[in-house]
């Protein structure tokens, strides 16, 4: 086994590293770079050590009942997990509950959607000046 990949927090950690690299499409169409962590797309993040790798099991929500980008989503979380031998498995559980609201936004978020929010204003208002 890596040892980077010894106990289960490595392992965790890596794959919410991993899963932050994987942005939000909608975030993007608004020109945000939010990842799944940051965007609190993640209920939970299990592993299980089986002989020398481990199996990875993610809980994953989306923000609205029209989402449609979970293909999006899988593709993208296996694409950059699937590289380490070390995990053997990944499952991925798509919650129903449709419970996600901004509170679940990192702190991280939070300041990117606020900082982006004040920028389209400010030009807003320029260009109101403008004319």
Not at 5 to 19: F, G, Y
Not at 30 to 36: F, V
Request: charged letters at 30%; one cysteine or more; glycine letters at 4%.
């Amino acid at each position: 086994m890596n040892d980077s990949l010894k106990t289960k927090e490595d392992v965790i950690a890596l794959v919410q590293t991993k899963m932050n690299e994987v942005y939000d499409p909608c975030g993007l169409a608004r020109g945000l770079s939010i990842g799944m962590v940051d965007m609190g797309l993640i209920c939970s993040i299990n592993v299980e050590p089986v002989d020398n790798a481990w199996k990875v099991f993610l809980r994953i929500r989306f923000t609205s009942a029209g989402c449609e980008y979970f293909p999006y989503f899988e593709r993208e979380i296996r694409e950059r997990l699937e590289v380490y031998q070390q995990i053997e498995s990944i499952s991925l559980e798509w919650d129903k509950n449709m419970d996600w609201t901004p509170d679940n936004l990192s702190k991280v978020a939070k300041s990117k959607l606020e900082e982006h929010n004040e920028k389209l204003l400010s030009a807003a208002l320029q260009r109101q000046q403008l004319r």
